[in-house]
Protein backbone atom coordinates (compact mmCIF):
# COMPACT_ATOMS: atom_id res chain seq x y z
CA UNK A 1 0.00 0.00 0.00
CA UNK A 2 1.30 3.43 -0.99
CA UNK A 3 1.17 6.15 1.43
CA UNK A 4 3.18 9.52 1.61
CA UNK A 5 2.76 11.30 4.74
CA UNK A 6 3.57 14.75 5.46
CA UNK A 7 4.52 16.55 8.51
CA UNK A 8 6.26 19.61 9.93
CA UNK A 9 3.36 22.45 8.84
CA UNK A 10 1.64 24.77 11.78
CA UNK A 11 1.86 28.37 12.80
CA UNK A 12 4.37 30.85 12.45
CA UNK A 13 4.69 34.08 12.38
CA UNK A 14 5.38 35.86 9.22
CA UNK A 15 9.80 35.87 7.84
CA UNK A 16 9.80 32.99 9.96
CA UNK A 17 10.41 29.16 8.43
CA UNK A 18 9.38 26.14 8.52
CA UNK A 19 10.64 22.64 6.67
CA UNK A 20 7.84 20.21 5.44
CA UNK A 21 8.95 16.43 5.17
CA UNK A 22 7.54 13.92 3.22
CA UNK A 23 8.02 10.51 3.96
CA UNK A 24 6.72 7.72 1.16
CA UNK A 25 6.33 4.29 1.79
CA UNK A 26 5.11 1.35 -0.87
CA UNK A 27 6.72 2.92 -3.57
CA UNK A 28 10.23 2.86 -5.20
CA UNK A 29 10.83 5.81 -4.07
CA UNK A 30 13.77 6.66 -6.18
CA UNK A 31 12.19 6.28 -9.47
CA UNK A 32 9.57 8.97 -8.60
CA UNK A 33 9.14 12.34 -9.82
CA UNK A 34 8.21 15.02 -6.62
CA UNK A 35 6.42 17.70 -6.21
CA UNK A 36 4.81 19.99 -3.20
CA UNK A 37 1.63 21.75 -4.12
CA UNK A 38 -0.85 24.03 -2.12
CA UNK A 39 -4.07 24.93 -2.39
CA UNK A 40 -5.37 27.92 -0.27
CA UNK A 41 -9.07 28.73 0.68
CA UNK A 42 -11.15 29.50 -2.44
CA UNK A 43 -8.44 28.42 -4.68
CA UNK A 44 -7.23 25.71 -6.93
CA UNK A 45 -4.35 23.81 -6.19
CA UNK A 46 -0.79 24.94 -7.64
CA UNK A 47 2.69 23.64 -7.74
CA UNK A 48 5.02 25.34 -5.72
CA UNK A 49 8.33 22.90 -6.28
CA UNK A 50 9.33 19.79 -8.22
CA UNK A 51 11.86 17.48 -8.33
CA UNK A 52 12.70 15.57 -10.55
CA UNK A 53 14.46 11.68 -9.86
CA UNK A 54 17.78 13.00 -10.97
CA UNK A 55 17.53 16.03 -8.71
CA UNK A 56 16.40 18.40 -11.33
CA UNK A 57 14.27 21.18 -9.60
CA UNK A 58 11.85 23.72 -10.69
CA UNK A 59 9.71 26.20 -8.77
CA UNK A 60 6.90 28.45 -9.03
CA UNK A 61 7.89 32.00 -9.80
CA UNK A 62 6.09 33.30 -6.42
CA UNK A 63 8.36 30.86 -3.90
CA UNK A 64 11.49 31.28 -5.67
CA UNK A 65 14.52 32.04 -3.85
CA UNK A 66 12.68 31.48 -0.19
CA UNK A 67 11.67 27.85 -0.49
CA UNK A 68 14.22 24.71 -1.35
CA UNK A 69 12.86 21.50 -2.53
CA UNK A 70 15.32 18.23 -2.20
CA UNK A 71 15.15 14.27 -1.50
CA UNK A 72 16.87 11.93 0.26
CA UNK A 73 16.28 8.45 -1.11
CA UNK A 74 18.36 6.59 1.73
CA UNK A 75 15.18 8.14 3.83
CA UNK A 76 12.28 7.41 1.20
CA UNK A 77 11.70 11.64 2.41
CA UNK A 78 11.13 14.70 0.52
CA UNK A 79 11.67 18.16 2.18
CA UNK A 80 10.37 21.35 1.39
CA UNK A 81 12.62 24.15 3.44
CA UNK A 82 10.52 27.59 3.81
CA UNK A 83 11.78 30.65 4.57
CA UNK A 84 10.57 33.97 4.57
CA UNK A 85 7.56 32.91 4.62
CA UNK A 86 4.93 35.65 3.85
CA UNK A 87 0.66 35.78 4.47
CA UNK A 88 0.29 34.86 1.18
CA UNK A 89 1.81 31.51 1.64
CA UNK A 90 -1.12 30.13 4.29
CA UNK A 91 -2.01 26.84 2.96
CA UNK A 92 -2.86 23.40 3.08
CA UNK A 93 0.19 21.93 1.63
CA UNK A 94 0.78 18.43 0.04
CA UNK A 95 2.86 16.15 -1.21
CA UNK A 96 2.96 14.36 -4.58
CA UNK A 97 4.80 11.41 -6.53
CA UNK A 98 4.40 10.47 -10.16
CA UNK A 99 5.55 7.83 -12.12
CA UNK A 100 4.31 7.38 -15.62
CA UNK A 101 0.50 6.80 -14.73
CA UNK A 102 0.81 6.25 -10.79
CA UNK A 103 -0.02 9.04 -9.06
CA UNK A 104 0.06 9.28 -5.43
CA UNK A 105 -0.68 12.11 -2.90
CA UNK A 106 -0.23 12.80 0.69
CA UNK A 107 -3.14 14.14 3.10
CA UNK A 108 -2.00 17.28 3.48
CA UNK A 109 -0.75 19.52 6.44
CA UNK A 110 -1.17 22.98 7.25
CA UNK A 111 0.79 26.05 7.13
CA UNK A 112 -0.71 29.09 8.59
CA UNK A 113 1.72 32.74 8.69
CA UNK A 114 0.48 34.79 10.46
CA UNK A 115 1.28 37.55 13.10
Known amino acids: QVQLVESGGGLVQPGGSLRLSCAAS????????LGWYRQAPGKQRELVAS???????NYADSVKGRFTISRDNTKNTMYLQMNSLKPEDTAVYYC?????????WGQGTQVTVSS
Open 51 to 57: ITRDGNT
Open 26 to 33: GIVFSAYA
Open 96 to 104: NSRFFTRDY
